[in-house]
Antibody
Framework: EVQLVQSGAEVKKTGESLKISCEGS????????IVWVRQMPGKGLEWMGI????????KYSPSFQGQVTISADKSINTAYLQWSSLKASDTAMYYC????????????WGRGTLVTVSS | QSALTQPPSASGSPGQSVTISCTGT?????????VSWYQQHPGKAPKLMIY???KRPSGVPDRFSGSKSGNTASLTVSGLQAEDESDYYC??????????FGTGTEVTVL
């Protein structure tokens, strides 16, 4: 069974750092890209960036370049999204999803990680 | 990269059809076959409903169909059912390994 298991909800203060994770199982993790998607409260989906765990090839949306870091550890089938200094505006649900190489769609999604940032 | 434009809402009675548009540019929707649609129920993760403009993943009812003309893609839900009430998002490849989502459409079954 394909699973993308995301880490649990986080409550942080502005200025703190954070790293959330997305662990894949039930499929060959190294043949799929992992994408990160933000959904702010009551808002739509925003594409943040994508990583190929096999070689850590990464691409960011211009809107998120420099704001977050996407990484992966293929040895443990896990992708990460991290912030060095959180802002209140980072409060959102963050989803990971997988994309098969050479395809253009996201066929399986994690359940999301809720990040709440307060001052 | 600007979000693709979708109508904020759409509605229909049970059994009727509803069509949602997704308008982009020649740099995204119009330039590639990689248009997909996602259904998101409140508090749930998105679910892939249509990929490559008009293909349905296994398990998605054939009431859901997709098409594209120029810079605009469309999702049609025929024979509306109560469980189709949800938010729907389109997505398109925009070149250089970048993707963009639509603004989202809330579908109401009257």
């Amino acid at each position: 069974e394909v699973q993308l298991v995301q880490s649990g909800a986080e409550v942080k203060k502005t200025g703190e750092s954070l790293k959330i994770s997305c662990e894949g199982s039930g499929y060959n993790f190294n043949t799929y890209w992992i994408v990160w998607v933000r959904q702010m409260p009551g808002k739509g989906l925003e594409w943040m960036g994508i990583i190929y765990p096999g070689d850590s090839n990464t691409k960011y949306s211009p809107s998120f370049q420099g704001q977050v870091t996407i990484s992966a550890d293929k040895s443990i089938n896990t992708a990460y999204l991290q912030w060095s200094s959180l802002k209140a505006s980072d409060t959102a649900m963050y989803y990971c999803a997988r994309r098969l190489t050479l395809s253009g769609y996201f066929d399986f999604w994690g359940r999301g990680t809720l990040v709440t940032v307060s001052s | 990269q600007s979000a693709l434009t979708q109508p904020p809402s759409a509605s229909g009675s049970p059994g009727q059809s509803v069509t949602i548009s997704c308008t982009g540019t020649s740099n995204d929707v119009g330039g590639y076959k990689s248009v997909s649609w996602y259904q998101q129920h409140p508090g749930k993760a998105p679910k892939l409903m249509i990929y490559e403009v008009n293909k349905r993943p296994s398990g998605v009812p054939d009431r859901f169909s997709g098409s594209k003309s120029g810079n605009t893609a469309s999702l049609t839900v025929s024979g509306l059912q109560a469980e189709d009430e949800s938010d729907y998002y389109c997505s398109s490849y925009a070149g250089n390994n970048i993707y963009v989502f639509g603004t989202g459409t809330e579908v109401t079954v009257l």
